[in-house]
Protein backbone atom coordinates (compact mmCIF):
# COMPACT_ATOMS: atom_id res chain seq x y z
CA UNK A 1 0.00 0.00 0.00
CA UNK A 2 1.13 3.23 -0.98
CA UNK A 3 2.47 6.05 2.28
CA UNK A 4 2.79 9.41 1.68
CA UNK A 5 4.29 11.43 4.09
CA UNK A 6 4.62 15.24 4.18
CA UNK A 7 7.25 17.00 6.25
CA UNK A 8 6.82 19.29 7.69
CA UNK A 9 3.48 19.57 9.35
CA UNK A 10 3.81 22.83 9.35
CA UNK A 11 5.73 26.10 8.50
CA UNK A 12 5.22 29.67 9.54
CA UNK A 13 8.16 32.09 7.41
CA UNK A 14 8.27 36.10 7.05
CA UNK A 15 6.96 37.61 3.98
CA UNK A 16 9.77 37.03 1.11
CA UNK A 17 11.61 33.72 2.42
CA UNK A 18 11.66 30.98 0.08
CA UNK A 19 9.66 27.66 0.95
CA UNK A 20 10.14 24.22 0.69
CA UNK A 21 8.05 22.00 1.43
CA UNK A 22 8.93 18.31 1.43
CA UNK A 23 6.64 14.97 -0.05
CA UNK A 24 7.80 11.31 0.30
CA UNK A 25 6.42 7.92 -0.56
CA UNK A 26 7.15 4.02 0.15
CA UNK A 27 6.54 2.75 -3.78
CA UNK A 28 8.30 4.32 -6.39
CA UNK A 29 5.65 3.07 -9.27
CA UNK A 30 3.96 5.47 -9.57
CA UNK A 31 2.21 7.26 -12.30
CA UNK A 32 1.67 11.10 -11.56
CA UNK A 33 2.93 12.94 -8.92
CA UNK A 34 0.21 16.21 -8.10
CA UNK A 35 0.69 19.37 -5.94
CA UNK A 36 -2.22 20.74 -4.53
CA UNK A 37 -3.31 23.70 -2.40
CA UNK A 38 -6.32 24.20 -0.12
CA UNK A 39 -7.72 26.93 1.46
CA UNK A 40 -9.62 26.63 5.00
CA UNK A 41 -13.40 24.88 4.67
CA UNK A 42 -12.83 24.70 0.51
CA UNK A 43 -11.94 22.20 -2.03
CA UNK A 44 -8.18 21.32 -3.72
CA UNK A 45 -7.01 23.82 -6.54
CA UNK A 46 -4.12 21.75 -8.74
CA UNK A 47 -0.71 23.55 -8.66
CA UNK A 48 1.25 21.10 -10.52
CA UNK A 49 1.44 18.01 -11.98
CA UNK A 50 4.55 15.87 -12.59
CA UNK A 51 4.27 13.03 -14.87
CA UNK A 52 6.60 9.81 -13.64
CA UNK A 53 8.89 10.33 -16.63
CA UNK A 54 9.47 14.60 -15.93
CA UNK A 55 12.20 15.80 -13.13
CA UNK A 56 10.37 18.95 -12.44
CA UNK A 57 8.05 21.30 -13.29
CA UNK A 58 7.42 25.45 -12.81
CA UNK A 59 5.05 27.62 -13.10
CA UNK A 60 5.33 31.53 -11.78
CA UNK A 61 6.96 30.93 -8.50
CA UNK A 62 6.34 27.10 -8.18
CA UNK A 63 8.75 24.15 -8.97
CA UNK A 64 8.41 21.23 -7.72
CA UNK A 65 10.94 18.48 -8.63
CA UNK A 66 10.62 14.33 -8.73
CA UNK A 67 13.14 11.91 -7.82
CA UNK A 68 10.84 8.76 -8.36
CA UNK A 69 13.85 6.65 -7.74
CA UNK A 70 14.24 7.34 -3.94
CA UNK A 71 10.51 8.37 -3.39
CA UNK A 72 10.86 12.03 -3.14
CA UNK A 73 9.12 15.29 -4.33
CA UNK A 74 9.86 18.87 -3.23
CA UNK A 75 7.79 21.78 -3.96
CA UNK A 76 9.77 25.58 -3.87
CA UNK A 77 7.94 28.19 -3.54
CA UNK A 78 9.76 31.93 -4.56
CA UNK A 79 9.62 35.04 -2.63
CA UNK A 80 6.27 33.77 -0.16
CA UNK A 81 3.43 36.17 0.05
CA UNK A 82 0.73 36.39 2.68
CA UNK A 83 -1.73 35.00 -0.10
CA UNK A 84 0.34 31.38 -0.17
CA UNK A 85 -0.58 30.92 3.47
CA UNK A 86 -2.70 27.67 3.02
CA UNK A 87 -2.60 23.80 3.16
CA UNK A 88 -0.30 22.45 0.46
CA UNK A 89 -1.08 18.31 -0.39
CA UNK A 90 1.13 16.21 -1.90
CA UNK A 91 -0.47 13.17 -4.12
CA UNK A 92 0.42 10.26 -6.43
CA UNK A 93 -1.69 7.88 -8.75
CA UNK A 94 -0.14 4.60 -8.97
CA UNK A 95 -1.92 4.29 -12.46
CA UNK A 96 -3.77 5.71 -15.25
CA UNK A 97 -6.78 5.36 -12.99
CA UNK A 98 -5.65 8.23 -11.25
CA UNK A 99 -6.55 6.39 -7.60
CA UNK A 100 -4.60 9.30 -5.32
CA UNK A 101 -3.24 8.31 -2.42
CA UNK A 102 -2.31 11.80 -0.26
CA UNK A 103 -0.21 13.01 2.48
CA UNK A 104 -1.35 14.85 5.29
CA UNK A 105 -0.56 18.26 4.06
CA UNK A 106 2.17 21.09 5.52
CA UNK A 107 -0.32 23.77 6.40
CA UNK A 108 2.05 27.33 5.53
CA UNK A 109 1.85 30.72 7.36
CA UNK A 110 3.46 33.31 5.55
CA UNK A 111 4.00 36.56 8.40
CA UNK A 112 3.58 40.05 6.85
CA UNK B 1 -14.02 24.93 -19.99
CA UNK B 2 -14.26 21.94 -17.58
CA UNK B 3 -16.50 22.65 -14.20
CA UNK B 4 -17.26 20.58 -11.04
CA UNK B 5 -20.07 21.67 -9.07
CA UNK B 6 -20.76 19.83 -5.44
CA UNK B 7 -23.68 20.45 -3.47
CA UNK B 8 -24.63 21.39 -0.86
CA UNK B 9 -21.87 22.89 1.10
CA UNK B 10 -22.65 22.03 4.50
CA UNK B 11 -24.89 20.02 6.12
CA UNK B 12 -25.85 19.08 9.56
CA UNK B 13 -27.58 15.34 9.83
CA UNK B 14 -29.04 13.81 12.92
CA UNK B 15 -27.55 10.07 13.41
CA UNK B 16 -29.93 7.81 11.59
CA UNK B 17 -31.16 9.92 8.43
CA UNK B 18 -29.97 9.49 5.01
CA UNK B 19 -27.87 11.26 2.78
CA UNK B 20 -27.31 12.31 -0.49
CA UNK B 21 -24.55 14.42 -2.03
CA UNK B 22 -24.31 15.34 -5.51
CA UNK B 23 -21.51 15.98 -7.81
CA UNK B 24 -21.88 17.34 -11.43
CA UNK B 25 -19.45 17.82 -13.96
CA UNK B 26 -19.64 19.93 -17.27
CA UNK B 27 -17.34 20.39 -20.35
CA UNK B 28 -16.15 16.95 -20.29
CA UNK B 29 -17.82 13.80 -21.32
CA UNK B 30 -17.05 10.07 -19.45
CA UNK B 31 -14.90 11.22 -16.98
CA UNK B 32 -13.38 9.21 -14.28
CA UNK B 33 -15.22 9.86 -11.15
CA UNK B 34 -14.13 10.14 -7.41
CA UNK B 35 -15.31 10.50 -4.24
CA UNK B 36 -12.82 11.57 -1.21
CA UNK B 37 -13.37 12.38 2.42
CA UNK B 38 -10.99 14.05 4.82
CA UNK B 39 -11.64 13.68 8.45
CA UNK B 40 -10.47 16.01 10.98
CA UNK B 41 -6.81 16.16 10.88
CA UNK B 42 -5.90 13.50 8.92
CA UNK B 43 -5.78 12.81 4.94
CA UNK B 44 -7.56 12.63 2.18
CA UNK B 45 -8.82 8.45 1.64
CA UNK B 46 -10.51 7.51 -1.62
CA UNK B 47 -13.86 6.27 -0.86
CA UNK B 48 -15.94 5.79 -4.58
CA UNK B 49 -14.66 5.43 -7.97
CA UNK B 50 -16.05 5.45 -11.30
CA UNK B 51 -14.89 4.58 -15.22
CA UNK B 52 -18.38 4.98 -16.52
CA UNK B 53 -22.35 5.11 -15.75
CA UNK B 54 -23.02 2.09 -13.26
CA UNK B 55 -19.75 1.45 -12.63
CA UNK B 56 -18.54 1.86 -9.08
CA UNK B 57 -15.57 0.76 -7.49
CA UNK B 58 -15.46 1.22 -3.50
CA UNK B 59 -12.66 1.28 -2.20
CA UNK B 60 -12.81 1.02 1.70
CA UNK B 61 -15.67 -0.87 3.42
CA UNK B 62 -17.95 1.28 4.97
CA UNK B 63 -22.02 2.61 5.81
CA UNK B 64 -22.02 4.76 2.52
CA UNK B 65 -22.75 3.83 -1.36
CA UNK B 66 -22.52 6.02 -4.64
CA UNK B 67 -24.36 5.89 -8.08
CA UNK B 68 -23.38 7.47 -11.27
CA UNK B 69 -27.08 7.49 -13.09
CA UNK B 70 -25.72 9.65 -15.61
CA UNK B 71 -22.46 10.62 -17.52
CA UNK B 72 -20.87 13.50 -15.79
CA UNK B 73 -23.19 12.77 -12.60
CA UNK B 74 -21.73 11.62 -9.52
CA UNK B 75 -24.22 10.71 -6.07
CA UNK B 76 -22.80 9.70 -2.29
CA UNK B 77 -25.54 8.25 -0.27
CA UNK B 78 -26.61 6.74 2.94
CA UNK B 79 -29.34 5.09 4.16
CA UNK B 80 -28.76 5.71 7.79
CA UNK B 81 -25.79 8.20 9.15
CA UNK B 82 -23.20 7.40 11.78
CA UNK B 83 -21.31 9.74 13.93
CA UNK B 84 -18.36 8.59 12.62
CA UNK B 85 -19.42 9.37 8.73
CA UNK B 86 -18.52 13.21 9.93
CA UNK B 87 -16.17 15.15 7.71
CA UNK B 88 -15.18 17.02 4.37
CA UNK B 89 -16.57 15.25 1.36
CA UNK B 90 -14.77 16.42 -2.09
CA UNK B 91 -15.69 15.40 -5.64
CA UNK B 92 -12.86 14.90 -8.02
CA UNK B 93 -12.63 14.28 -12.09
CA UNK B 94 -9.98 13.03 -14.10
CA UNK B 95 -10.18 13.39 -17.97
CA UNK B 96 -8.89 9.73 -18.92
CA UNK B 97 -7.19 9.24 -15.91
CA UNK B 98 -4.62 12.45 -16.20
CA UNK B 99 -4.77 14.69 -13.89
CA UNK B 100 -7.73 15.37 -10.78
CA UNK B 101 -9.78 18.14 -10.50
CA UNK B 102 -11.98 19.02 -7.27
CA UNK B 103 -15.03 20.21 -5.86
CA UNK B 104 -15.66 22.88 -3.21
CA UNK B 105 -16.79 20.40 -0.70
CA UNK B 106 -19.27 19.90 1.36
CA UNK B 107 -19.01 19.45 5.49
CA UNK B 108 -21.02 17.16 6.65
CA UNK B 109 -21.63 17.23 10.90
CA UNK B 110 -23.64 14.38 12.17
CA UNK B 111 -25.36 15.02 15.41
Known amino acids: KQEVTQIPAALSVPEGENLVLNCSFT??????LQWFRQDPGKGLTSLLLIQSSQREQTSGRLNASLDKSSGRSTLYIAASQPGDSATYLCAVSPSNDYKLSFGAGTTVTVRA | SQTIHQWPATLVQPVGSPLSLECTVE??????LYWYRQAAGRGLQLLFY??????ISSEVPQNLSASRPQDRQFILSSKKLLLSDSGFYLCAWSPSGYEAFFGQGTRLTVV
Open chain 2, 27 to 32: GTSNPN
Open chain 1, 27 to 32: DSAIYN
Open chain 2, 50 to 55: SVGIGQ
